[in-house]
Nanobody, 119 residues
């Protein structure tokens, strides 16, 4: 298992959580990282991404201004700070490492961590 995810849990509307995803077994600092989520009965969707060096981030519209992705390459860890949480943020959140190599695209998925936001 290339990742250990943590930080999920139950929080009330308006609350905050910080997800962590710590990598092992591969060159973490060479990979872009993303967070995805999947709610019950829905497809998995991209939430945020960050380049390998951490200098560029991107977010989907529904989390802009509320979520922040960051990474610490010295700790092989990517974070997702989630503020002003809403019930519709309830989902399993996954970290993903992505790198384009000559043979194609390499992806490593975390095991997922549950986030539940109560109304």
């Amino acid at each position: 298992v290339p990742f250990v995810e943590s930080g999920g849990g139950l929080v009330q509307t308006g609350g905050s959580l910080r997800l962590s995803c710590t990598a092992s077994g591969f060159a973490f600092s060479s990979y872009a990282m993303s967070w995805y989520r999947q709610a019950p009965g829905k497809e998995r969707e991209l939430v945020a991404g960050i380049t390998s060096t951490g200098d560029v981030t991107n977010y989907v519209d529904f989390v802009k201004g509320r979520f922040t992705i960051s990474r610490d390459n010295a700790k092989n860890t990517v974070y997702l700070q989630m503020n002003s949480l809403k019930p519709e943020d309830t989902a399993v959140y996954y970290c993903v490492a992505v790198r384009v190599v000559s043979q194609g695209t390499v992806r490593y998925w975390g095991q997922g961590t549950q986030v539940t936001v109560s109304s």
